[in-house]
């Protein structure tokens, strides 16, 4: 977490600018009120990877904020979500504290969301695997208590609107999202209800050929390759979330084709 310690140790967040590092300085707070001089600092350009892991990481967490109040309360089950990214990324305690406090600036009443989601498709700097992880992190924040309800999906379709995400994508992302939860889920299920989450996994029909199935692997593994995913600018603390996605997709395509092959 190379970008951390230049966050505390000069001003990381300052240099970002915008409503971004408004939303960070703010989060860290007293961290910057010690008379730091940046003045003289070369700001990083926009691609800068060090940059674009800490933009990820101040909008996945403020945003995920504003979409657990915005249905106008936030459920444990949306605490429980938030907590989890924060324990997979292995986050200390400093971290952690700021983590929360980003997702609290993302429950105010004026969190400036459309401004962060500029700054932020602006900072991914067109990488569209950055921002489409971005979308099922926050999709499945949305989904944490196994629904989508009218306000969460409508602010899903603005933010989403905003990352230049077409309605189309946007319901695909939502439809594997919800594979996602039911095929890594702790209860037990049937065998086609299984075999139904895994085609859901690959945003696929049933009804597509082997070649199609075989091809929404091979796109969704190069979408989600841990590697990369941290080499476009994904923090190499979400490693594990990266892997346990492909993990997953692995295991729907293994399951599809087991399943046509004793059926053959």
């Not at 003045?39 to 904020?65: D, H, K, Y």
């Not at 695909?172 to 890594?184: P, R, W």
């Not at 399951?255 to 059926?263: E, F, G, L, V, Y």
Request: charged share 20%; aromatic share 8%; hydrophobic share 40%.
């Amino acid at each position: 977490m190379s970008w951390w310690g230049k966050l505390i140790g000069g001003g990381f967040g300052f240099m970002l600018g915008g409503p971004m590092g408004a939303v960070l300085g703010a989060a860290i707070g007293h961290q910057f009120d010690k008379g730091l001089d940046f003045s003289g600092m070369a700001q990083p350009g926009i691609g800068n990877q060090e940059r674009t892991q800490l933009a990820f990481f101040t909008a996945t967490f403020s945003v995920m904020g504003y979409l657990a109040k915005v249905d106008g309360q936030v459920s444990k089950d949306e605490i429980r979500m938030a907590e989890m990214v924060m324990s997979q990324m292995h986050l200390n305690a400093e971290q952690r504290k700021t983590a929360i406090e980003l997702f609290n600036q993302g429950k105010a009443a004026d969190f400036p969301l459309h401004d962060m989601l500029a700054q932020f498709r602006q900072e991914c700097h067109r990488r569209r695997n950055l921002t489409q992880m971005f979308m099922e992190i926050l999709i499945s924040m949305c989904m944490a208590d196994g629904r989508l309800d009218a306000a969460e999906n409508h602010a899903l379709k603005d933010i989403g609107q905003h990352l230049g995400f077409p309605p189309m994508l946007l319901e695909q992302l939502i439809q594997m999202v919800a594979g996602h939860q039911s095929f890594a889920g702790e209860r037990p299920v049937s065998r086609a209800d299984s075999l139904a989450s895994a085609y859901q996994v690959l945003g696929v029909d049933s009804s597509a050929s082997d070649a199609e199935i075989k091809k929404a692997y091979r796109r969704l593994m190069g979408q989600h390759h841990p590697d990369k995913l941290v080499s476009k600018g994904l923090p190499d603390e979400m490693i594990q979330m990266a892997t346990e996605k492909t993990r997953e997709i692995r295991k729907a395509y293994d399951t599809i084709k087991d399943t046509r092959q004793s059926t053959h």
